[in-house]
Structure formats: structure tokens, C-alpha cells
């Protein structure tokens, strides 16, 4: 474990534990703040999350940062606003030495991962990314719909054909990126990899073959081609399910 940095020079700044989690080389730092309660008014919890992002600015000097809510409750997380909950245990769980931190770990050991629950949304989160191409009326039933409808659309998806990402402000390489790192995500619960799958490193330390592109390096026909060949075995995955997954997404 890496130190603990003590946060008493700090206070004023923050009334509320915190743990940075994620890849070592990220781009921003990844947190989650432990809260007694999240709102269920979405627009509300957001602007939680932007109160810790600046309120947390003053201490976390040097990059971004991406705040998430979570419920912590005798040391284990019952409920989060962002992402899921298994997921989320097992990120902190397995990269929070990954950082310097200022309180304990509150993970004392890892959970059995819902993988049926992580191919759902993935399913959902890659179309998404197409929802104002040709696609569009199938996309927008498909979100409405069941895991059937998703698995549709995908079929149709060609990376080294439709390269463009209309209504989307994030960088193309940025898109690819998160692509890649959540087939990286899926396939290492299914291939034994899930203690490397919470970091960029660790997917590429197993699928090297995703390096460029999780590194957000220029994008060539043969990354797009890789994402393919990922997106193939993802849609097989999904065939070979259907009769005993729950084609929705737990709410």
C-alpha cells in the first residue's frame, strides 16, 4: 500500500472521505466521494459531482478530475451514481496502490463480478456512439429496447466504414479509446483477466493488440480493423447467451 497522506492541512476543504481509483496514467483522476445519500434527480447528483470536482481541484492540482458519489456503509460500497457497484468495488479494489491516497482503502476484498450485467451495457454504450448516424431509428429502439434490439445494430456496425461520430463532442481518438477499453473490459471477465481489466496498462498487458488505440494514438485502417475482429467476438458472445442472459439492464 502506498502511503497515506494526511489530510488534517486540508481541512475546510473536504468534509468527506475519498479514494482515487483507476489507471495510474490517466488523463484525469478518477474519485469517488463516500456520501450519506444520492440524489435521484440526475441533473442533481451532477452538480454534486462538479461541487467535489472543484472543491477536490484544490488539492488534486494537476489534472481533471471525474467525480463519482458513492454510499459506503460498515466498509462496504452499497450503492454509487455513476457506473455499477461490483465494478466498482473491484476497481477501487485493485488500483487504489495505484495512487496516492489520503484515507484507507475501504475494500478489503474483491466480489464475484455480474458479467452478464457488464455485457448489457456494453452492448448499450458502444451504440450510443452512433445514435445520429443512418442508424439512428434502430438505435433509438434499441436503447428503448432489449438486448435483442442492441445486438441488431451492432451487426451493422462496421469500424473501418463509418469513421465519423456526428453529435458527438469528444476527439475520435477519445471515442476509440473507450471502445476499445470496455471490449478490453468485457473479454478479460470472460478470459480470467479481471484484476488487469480496471487499468490501460492492464488491457494491454493482454491484448496488446488494442495499444494504439487505448493510447489514443493515430488511428489507422488496421486499428479499425482490430475493433472488428473485437466487435465480432462480442456479437458472438451476445448469440450464444440470449437464451439465458437478461436481456435488460438491472435499473
Not at 483522476?29 to 472543484?54: G, L, M, R, T
Request: aromatic content about 12%; overall charge neutral; hydrophobic content about 35%.
Amino acid at each position: 500500500m502506498k502511503y497515506i497522506r494526511s489530510f488534517q492541512i486540508f481541512e475546510g476543504v473536504s468534509e468527506s472521505q475519498f479514494y482515487i481509483f483507476g489507471s495510474e496514467n490517466s488523463q484525469d483522476y478518477d474519485v469517488i466521494v463516500s456520501v450519506d445519500s444520492i440524489p435521484q434527480n440526475i441533473d442533481e447528483a451532477h452538480n454534486i459531482c462538479k461541487y467535489w470536482n472543484d472543491k477536490l481541484s484544490k488539492i488534486l492540482t494537476n489534472k481533471p478530475l471525474n467525480c463519482n458519489l458513492g454510499i459506503f456503509k460498515n466498509g462496504i460500497l452499497v450503492d454509487c451514481f455513476k457506473g455499477t457497484v461490483d465494478e466498482l468495488i473491484n476497481c477501487i479494489y485493485y488500483t487504489y496502490d495505484n495512487h496516492k491516497q489520503y484515507y484507507p482503502n475501504p475494500i478489503t476484498k474483491p466480489i464475484i463480478r455480474d458479467i452478464n450485467e457488464k455485457i448489457l451495457r456494453v452492448a448499450r454504450f458502444l451504440i450510443t456512439f452512433y445514435s445520429r448516424t443512418n442508424l439512428r431509428p434502430q438505435i433509438k429502439a434499441a436503447l428503448r429496447g432489449d438486448l435483442k434490439l442492441k445486438l441488431d445494430v451492432l451487426k451493422q456496425i462496421d469500424f473501418t466504414k463509418m469513421v465519423d461520430f456526428p453529435g458527438k463532442k469528444e476527439k475520435v481518438e477519445d471515442i476509440y479509446k473507450v471502445m476499445a477499453f470496455q471490449f478490453g473490459q468485457v473479454f478479460s471477465l470472460i478470459d480470467n483477466h479481471e484484476s488487469d481489466s480496471y487499468t490501460k496498462n492492464g488491457i494491454i498487458k493482454n491484448y496488446p493488440d488494442l495499444k494504439n488505440i487505448i493510447n489514443r494514438g493515430s488511428i489507422s485502417n488496421s486499428d479499425l480493423e482490430t475493433l472488428n475482429s473485437y466487435l465480432f467476438r462480442f456479437t458472438q458472445l451476445i448469440d450464444s447467451k440470449l437464451d439465458t442472459i437478461n436481456l435488460i439492464e438491472k435499473i
